[in-house]
């Protein structure tokens, strides 16, 4: 079985900065994409970004050039750092990773969830 756990959400100001993290636990034998999702309030679950195992990423127009996605495979965790942050980011944001199993199936497993308020 494999865990996600996120961490480093809270309250910000408008213009301020976050930084989420997520580890993935468990029986992994290697991790493909890795990708951060958000959830506004009254809102259906929306794509922010993704990194790919060589590093490549991409980013959803609303966060473009104004969040960062990276990875440590070392450590098996994504960060998503978030600057100049508006309201309209208030969210829940869930990290999702594509984990290599024993048996060679790739399986996506979700976190919980951490919640980012913007708010003055």
């Known amino acids: 079985q494999v865990q996600l756990a996120e961490s480093g959400g809270g309250l910000v100001q408008p213009g301020g900065s976050l930084r989420l993290s997520c580890v993935a636990s468990g029986e992994i034998f290697g991790i493909q994409d890795m990708s951060w999702y958000r959830q506004p309030p009254g809102k259906k679950r929306e794509f922010v970004a993704f990194?790919?195992?060589?590093?490549?990423?991409g980013y959803s127009d609303s966060v473009r050039g104004g969040f960062t996605i990276s990875r440590d495979s070392a450590k098996n965790t994504v960060y998503l750092q978030m600057n100049s942050l508006k309201p309209e980011d208030t969210a829940v944001y869930s990290c999702s990773a594509v984990v290599n199993a024993r048996d060679g199936a790739a399986r996506t497993y979700w976190g919980q969830g951490a919640q980012v308020t913007v708010s003055s």
């Open positions: 990194i790919g195992a060589d590093e490549n990423s």
